[in-house]
């Protein structure tokens, strides 16, 4: 009786990695694999680094379910990420990145097309060894996305390298922009698309999004003003409201190479300022460069709009209180008059 | 009718029974009762001449008391109505420029098919608005009412004077009520307003509306200048608007709903006695001369 009992515990206290031993039996040899199409192909997984990985806790025939025996002879079916990373799932995979609406996204398109090239979620996220975004080891972590990204996308890449976020970024400001920041993690969608974070209107809510967020602008010593002026002027208003062609963050800082204003290679730098703005404006010359940029006219670093801003406060206010007390005046004389009249 | 009739035969049958009294005659009832017919006739034509009479002096005054006077002949009136379509079609489409944030601005952009339209709209109202102020410089400055009536619409000492005889008379501390020339100074008031709104929105509104001009003449620190005031004096002119002029000619219940003489162009000799009395006694004194003159002729 307890013989048969020590036995049932023993079997309920089976970790996957025990489980997984018998998988390993094979798939753990280093020169595992299978001859196809006269290629050799390796289906060797590494144990250690599977173990160690976000999905170390799981069996391998949680996801690879057709196996049923072993040793299998048939090829497993492939399988999809979304059979556990769905919206409502019961076994707790994360969906915080939305991973379903990598369906919408151009890489999806592209695979959908037939494109060999085109990335799947273990493009980038690896088949076996899949690490949370927060292991500094991972594909995935901030500092590493744009060599995972810039390893396809390699003009971009090299763009990117130069800008002033990828200096930050190599300088330890983790929240510095990396690409998914902007074009998003599984949704990437073209800008062309009046979805994406990236069209015409999207590219000033992605920008707004860390560039008014004060403890971060703080951390990165950026004015944290720059997207609220934007929206008050005429610019901002015009796109808000179905002029798309207005100009937008990327109009005049670029996007992969943005810079400060101070590099003398930056679109914004007081030199370059003409032929920027000449882009829509053809009669721009140095004089653009001759005053503030993104003010806000009740500050005082407003300079001399915030002295006509307050001048016409005051009188706007002086004004009303006069016209205001005419008009009560001449209201109660009215009424006097006419009480007295009916006396 | 047959009443009075009555008592005018009675009255004919006495006065001929008294003259034959008098006279001492006797006459044939033929000729007693024609000559009393045409008494009668003759008493009756007189009285009704005489009602007739005291009714058209009764008319006549009515009339004079309703006399109107041409107080803004229609080169005035089409320069305001021009003006108000302008400045209406302005502050629609302008104010959800400035207050953008509102739901009110979102749904009139909806509405109107977005801030391209509004926008058009807007330089089509600028261009009424610029049209009206070169037509007013060309009124006031080559026609002689034109030129009259800028004169009387400058300020002077007598308005410092009027507006505080209108506060003691708002106040009760005075019976008099200030008497106004042609403009009070609440009317000089208006339009001075109005000139140095449309100076300050013509000006800052050109150079955002040919902003690819200006770009190369003046630094950029003037487009947010103008911006600025663009958009403040809209606030104080759209608040003066509403709050100053819409109740001296609309609220104001000694014209509620409105006065109509800027449209009209008349105004009563009531109202005139009223709020110009001494433009009406120059008005006087200046057509009396003239028969006087005429009439050696």
Sequence with gaps: MTALLTILLALFQLGPSSQNARCFLCHGKKDFGVVENGKFQSLYVSPKQFEASIHGKFTCVQCHTDVKVIPHFIRPEKISCLQCHFEGNTVGAPVKYLPEMYKYSVHAKASAAGNPNAPTCETCHTTHYVRSPKDTSSGTYRKNIPQLCGSCHKKEFEAYSKSIHYRALENGMLGAAVCTDCHQEHDVLPPSDPRSALSAEGVVRTCTKCHADTLLMEKADVPVQQPEAYSESFHGIALENGMVRAANCTSCHGHHDILPASDPNSPINPKNLPKTCGKCHPHADKNVADGKVHIIPSERSAGIVFFVYTFFKWFTLAVLIFLFAHIALDLSGFIRRKYSRHE | ?297
């Excluded at chain 2, 058009?120 to 009412?145: N, P, Y």
């Excluded at chain 2, 013509?202 to 902003?211: A, D, V």
Aim: include cysteine.
């Design chain 2, 1 to 297: 009718m047959s009443d009075s009739n009555g008592k005018i035969v009675d009255t004919a049958d006495k006065m001929i029974g008294q003259v034959l009294k008098e006279e001492k005659v006797e006459l044939d009832e033929e000729f007693k009762s024609a000559l009393k017919d045409e008494l009668v006739e003759k008493i009756r034509r007189h009285v009704e001449d005489k009602r007739r009479e005291e009714e058209e002096r009764i008319r006549k005054e009515e009339k004079s008391r309703k006399e109107y006077f041409l107080r803004f002949g229609l080169n005035f009136r089409l320069q305001h109505l021009t003006l108000a379509i302008g400045v209406i079609i302005l502050i629609v489409t302008g104010l959800p420029i400035k207050f953008h944030d509102t739901l009110v601005a979102k749904i009139f952009f909806e509405m109107i098919g977005g801030i391209g339209v509004s926008r058009f709209l807007h330089r089509l109202g600028a261009t009424l608005l610029i049209i009206v102020s070169i037509w007013h410089v060309l009124f006031i400055t080559t026609t002689k009412t034109g030129r009259n009536d800028f004169r009387q619409l400058l300020p002077t000492p007598k308005d410092l004077k009027d507006f505080i005889q209108n506060i003691k008379y708002l106040l009760g501390m005075s019976k008099q009520k200030p008497r106004y020339g042609r403009f009070s100074y609440i009317e000089k008031f208006d339009y001075w307003a109005v000139y140095w709104g449309m100076v300050i929105m013509i000006c800052s509104g050109l150079i955002l509306w040919f902003n690819n001009f200006f770009l190369g003449i003046v630094p950029k620190f003037v487009f947010d200048i103008a911006t600025e005031v663009h958009s403040d004096e809209a606030m104080l002119a759209t608040l003066a608007i509403v709050v100053w002029h819409w109740y001296n000619v609309h609220f104001n219940p000694e014209v509620f709903p409105f006065n109509p003489t800027i449209f009209t162009g008349k105004i009563s000799k009531e109202k005139m006695l009223k709020d110009h009395p001494l433009e009406y006694e120059k008005m006087l004194s200046k057509s009396e001369p003239k028969q006087k003159k005429d009439k050696p002729r």
